[in-house]
């Protein structure tokens, strides 16, 4: 299953552009562990890519990255996409608004090689919706 489909991609707001909609804002993807209880509700995110002329890190658009990057990104293999940022509503320990990395979700492993996965029929809802 793909953590990050092209649909996806292409809808995701990149980091503070639903910030004046504040808890109004829609959920464009939804993550979740099937071993235990944590969920995580992505509103925004952007990739961080390593910039080929002074090394430093940029912030960037997931819609303005190729889509084979980002799919590359996800398998592991080498790209200048150093990880990508989101944020939304945390639902774990509490539920809180925050930051999380793709990094964080795809080192994630439970019992018999269980991974993080994406709701693939989720859709419609908002922070305020699942706050």
């Known amino acids: ?49 390593v910039d080929d002329h002074d090394d430093d ?10 889509y084979d990057n980002i799919q590359k990104f996800l398998k592991g293999q080498k790209t200048r996409i150093a990880d990508i940022v989101f944020f939304g509503l945390v639902d774990g320990f509490d539920k809180e608004l925050g930051y999380f990395y793709m990094s964080e979700l795809l080192s994630a492993k439970g019992p018999w090689g269980l991974r993080i996965e994406r709701d693939m029929h989720f859709n419609g809802k908002t922070i305020k919706d699942v706050m």
């Open 1 to 49: 299953m793909k953590l990050l489909t092209k649909e996806i991609v292409n809808n995701m707001p990149a980091l503070y552009e639903t910030e004046d909609l504040g808890n109004d804002a829609p959920i464009i993807v939804k993550f979740f562990t099937p071993w235990s209880n944590w969920t995580w509700y992505a509103k925004e995110a952007s990739a961080i890519v």
């Open 57 to 66: 890190f940029r912030y960037h658009p997931l819609r303005n990255i190729q």
